[in-house]
């Protein structure tokens, strides 16, 4: 038996090295290429999920103002959605308007005394409160309380076909489901707001004449002297939007549950990720939609 030559032995181990390391390579490569088709192919899905999601939202208010435009308005529902989210909404709107103005009040009062201008303490707090801390702060609370109230709700009678019974027996579900909660949302938001402009401010006051020694006068005058009436227009009008927002998306996401509870949950979950999302984009451009306005 004739045994091969080195030069047989190094060129076999070279050939041998040549295809593991295209083997090697090929490997990664493939992977790579694998891994980018399921990122794009998930970016695709979540991309068509927001477009479907946002052409239902769309067409609900197109629904919603047909049903308006029609005069038979549900108004004893519409009464007790008032009450559900403008009156029950009133003790976290108090809580969180008051305490943010006495931090926001301390925060400022020590920065600016810094350049000896305490005494700006109440412009500023106004400024701040009427043109962004209020109408946001109050949207982003009660948004997540009332659109998670909806949407379990709502999600809860689509579950238990409760719906569907209403549409066998000819009742209109967006007339008596959708209607009343999106004229209370858009009623009892600007109305929250404006309360909690006024304990905001009420709160920045009491800070400032107990542990600043600015007098409740002085506070008060620098306060409305520096506000317009563009101002408080401004901050208020975007509260109708943000409300309109947060029903039309809980309501959206509960005539959409499915799978039982355990679905009933995953979409109040979603309902206040979205609502918390939505409320914060659409204030830059409605902002700046007002500045220009205005």
């Known amino acids: 038996m004739e045994l091969p030559s080195g030069k047989d032995v190094i060129g076999g181990i070279g050939k041998g090295l040549e295809k593991g390391f295209e083997k090697g390579i ?8 694998q891994t980018s088709e399921k990122t794009l192919g998930g970016i695709g899905d979540l991309s068509l999920d927001l477009f479907a999601a946002v052409g239902d939202v769309t067409r609900l208010f197109g629904s919603v103002c047909e049903r308006l435009a029609a005069r038979r308005w549900p108004v004893r529902q519409f009464m007790d959605q008032m009450f559900e989210i403008g009156i029950k909404s009133i003790g976290i709107a108090m809580i969180a308007s008051v305490f943010t103005g006495m931090v926001l009040a301390l925060q400022l009062a020590e920065g600016l005394a810094r350049f000896g201008a305490k005494t700006y303490v109440g412009t500023i707090v106004s400024f701040a409160f009427v043109r962004e801390l209020g109408p946001v702060l109050t949207s982003l609370l ?24 209403m549409r066998g027996l000819g009742a209109d579900p967006v007339r008596l489901l959708v209607l009343p ?11 929250l707001t404006v309360f909690s402009n006024i304990l905001g401010i009420a709160g920045g006051m009491l800070i400032s004449y107990s542990e600043l020694g600015i007098s409740s006068g002085y506070f008060f005058e620098t306060a409305t002297r520096s506000l317009r009436a563009e101002d408080i227009l401004q ?36 309902t206040v990720m979205v609502t918390l999302v939505v409320i914060l984009i659409s204030d830059f451009i409605l902002t700046k939609i007002l500045m220009m306005l205005f």
């Open 142 to 165: 009660v948004g997540g309380r009332v659109g998670a109230g909806i949407t379990a709700e709502i999600g809860s009678m689509t579950v238990t076909e409760q719906v569907d019974a």
């Open 181 to 191: 909660r999106v004229l209370a949302c858009a009623i009892c938001f600007p109305l």
């Open 26 to 33: 090929e490997r990664p490569v493939v992977l790579a290429a």
């Open 235 to 270: 901050g208020v009008s975007k509260t109708v939007f943000f409300g309109l927002f947060v029903a039309l998306i809980a309501c959206r996401q509960g005539l959409a549950t499915t799978g039982g509870t355990e679905g009933l949950g995953q979409s109040t979950k979603v």
